[in-house]
């Protein structure tokens, strides 16, 4: 592994990167035009081409019949210039250009339109990272995937600009037309690095940190981490981003849309961290990924190095069983073995403050799995910096203030999170706890109260100004949650498994403060429905209020595997953030 990659890339992270269209990326285009151009697009490809107006873009990808994945790229309707007819930019990676449109013309039939390879037509420059926007006018209201034609000094008369990241960091390509003369691109480069003080990337040791960066960003490369039509774009991820749900018909679209309706694929795209490790030589993509104890797992698809964890990453399909995050392995392959921790990716993903928020979240999470403590305080509060409202964030970084004794700091934390979340319960139970460590009875017993009153459903304006008193408006809740309790327990009474009833009445428990009794009803929800990862959820939320956190940490475990087979991503990152904070409770 190169010491000077490694720099690049963790420069790259901080500072952005310049580099020319043919550099590391070694990107090409087709462009495709006519009468017939965007119907043809809207039945050959995933996204919505039709809801593109000029200047708009997104990423799309092209699926076979069977829904395997052929290749990935983004889609641009350049804005009008007085021609006849839209003009369509696909970009990816030049090797990938000519296979493409190959496949497109051999799915023409009578359309009206041309593809054409501009691969070797273009010329341009690629930025990415944290300060690439401001050079350009539009940043404030230029989405992802748009392009605006240039007009600025810094670059050639007819120039487009590209919102395009290629990196998991926000990134512009800067692109036109030339005969190949590289001595615009180097002047352009010139210019943006001082303007931008990002770091150059133009050498090998820059194309091994592009790779590993679009690694981190859980960018697969087709003919490289995997071969085209061999695996269904369900297992890379990449149809959360590439797939309109709601367009017509277009090729593959029902095998895509059984595997999103029915569940999870049997192997799916996860990230592999390998902490404490040194480099190590690459197995093959498509070689079996092997445990110590000779269990095949998986695939590997692609190996480099992670600047946000400091340590060897690695893409690999894993088995539908072995997929749930914070897992670990011991792995063997050709000349080595190490221990692995199964990740979500994409592992880096920024841009707006909101998503460098959640960047830092996750980097927080990750320290914290390696025990280190300051470490993690750090990032959360990098996190607030950049989202002051960043819930997740403020309950992290207050549980964690008081596992280091920092019990008053702590306090300031959860006011904060209660005026985010001012109905939630748990911010008091944590408050009275805090208070009780400073010796101050009188308001932990106060916490305690007004969080009792907020899970009967009084609003936190109602608790805080009677925390002894149930208002007429609390009555009527309560009376409609017994309502609603009988009914399931009718249902209960007629069919004693069934799930959904089961689960109605956990609820209707737990809102009427018989925490108890919603045990027993979710545990047994749980059981008659063990693949609906939400149950898991409410039942281990149930168990904490009871602060019974080993059980809890039981079942948001299970609940977290489950979730992770079925690609149910919002309770998963829900109860991988509980784990996060039962673990810092417990310890």
């Not at 690049?8 to 310049?18: D, I």
């Not at 230029?142 to 670059?155: H, K, P, Q, R």
């Not at 993690?376 to 970084?397: F, K």
């Not at 689960?503 to 108890?516: K, N």
Request: one cysteine or more; a negative charge.
């Amino acid at each position: 592994m190169s010491r000077r990659a490694v720099e690049l890339a963790c420069e790259a992270r901080t500072r952005g990167l310049v580099c020319d269209w043919n550099g590391a990326p070694g990107l090409g285009a087709l462009l495709i035009t006519g009468p017939d151009a965007g119907s043809f697009l809207q039945s050959q490809l995933t996204s919505d081409v039709a809801s593109l107006g000029p200047g708009d873009g997104q990423l799309s990808a092209r699926v076979d019949c069977r829904g395997r994945l052929e290749a990935w790229f983004s889609l641009h309707h350049l804005p009008d210039r007085g021609q006849a007819f839209p003009l369509y930019l696909i970009v990816l990676p030049r090797r990938e250009a000519v296979g493409l449109r190959e496949i497109l013309l051999a799915s023409m039939v009578s359309e009206d339109l041309t593809i054409d390879d501009v691969s070797d037509e273009c010329s341009g420059v690629i930025l990415q990272g944290p300060c690439v926007l401001a050079p350009f006018d539009a940043s404030e209201a230029w989405s992802e995937g748009g392009v605006i034609n240039l007009t600025t000094d810094f670059a050639p008369t007819g120039s487009w600009a590209i919102r395009r990241s290629l990196t998991g960091d926000p990134g512009v390509l800067v692109l036109w037309f030339s005969n190949g003369d590289d001595d615009e691109s180097a002047r352009v480069s010139a210019d943006l690095l001082q303007r931008t003080g990002s770091v150059f990337f133009n050498d090998d040791d820059a194309r091994l940190a592009w790779r590993w960066l679009t690694i981190e960003a859980g960018r697969p490369e087709m003919g490289r981490d995997l071969a085209p039509g061999q695996r269904i774009l369900s297992q890379t991820g990449l149809e959360h981003e590439t797939v309109s749900w709601t367009k017509g018909c277009y090729l593959g679209q029902e095998v895509l849309a059984r595997v999103k309706a029915y569940g999870s694929p049997p192997e799916s795209l996860r990230g592999l961290v390998f902490p404490g490790s040194g480099p190590f030589e690459a197995p093959d993509t498509g070689e079996s990924l092997t445990t110590i104890d000779g269990e095949d797992i998986g695939t590997w698809a692609a190996a480099g190095f992670s600047p946000a964890h400091d340590a060897p990453l690695a893409l690999a399909f894993l088995r539908r069983r072995h997929t749930t995050p914070g897992k670990e392995f011991d792995l063997k392959w050709n000349g080595g073995h190490g221990r692995a921790v199964v990740t979500l990716l994409p592992i880096h993903r920024a841009g707006d403050p909101v998503e460098r928020a959640v960047q830092s979240y996750d980097r927080a999470v990750a320290r914290f799995r390696d025990e280190d403590d300051h470490a993690a305080v750090a990032l959360l509060e990098d996190a607030l910096i950049h989202n002051p409202s960043h819930r997740d964030a403020l309950e992290a970084l207050g549980v964690i203030l008081g596992r280091l004794h920092r019990y008053q700091e702590g306090i300031e934390i959860f006011r904060r999170l209660e005026r985010v979340a001012p109905d939630d319960s748990m911010v008091n139970a944590n408050l009275s706890l805090y208070f009780m460590k400073l010796g101050d009875k009188d308001e932990a017993e106060r916490q305690k109260a007004v969080g009792t009153m907020k899970r009967f459903g009084v609003t936190a304006e109602q608790a805080e100004a009677s925390a002894d008193q149930v208002s007429s408006e609390h009555r009527a809740r309560e009376d409609e949650i017994h309502h609603k309790l009988a009914m399931f327990e009718e249902v209960i009474e007629i069919d004693p498994g069934d799930p959904l009833a089961l689960m109605g009445a956990g609820d209707a428990l737990m809102a009427l403060g018989h925490t108890d009794l919603a045990i027993v009803r979710l545990a047994a929800a749980q059981r008659a429905q063990p693949d609906n990862s939400a149950i898991y959820l409410k039942h281990g939320r149930a168990l904490e209020i009871l602060d019974l956190t080993a059980e809890a940490a039981v079942v948001y475990r299970a609940g977290v595997a489950i979730a992770s087979r079925r690609g149910d991503f919002m309770p998963l990152r829900d109860m991988e953030h509980r784990l996060v904070i039962l673990q810092a409770a417990i310890t």
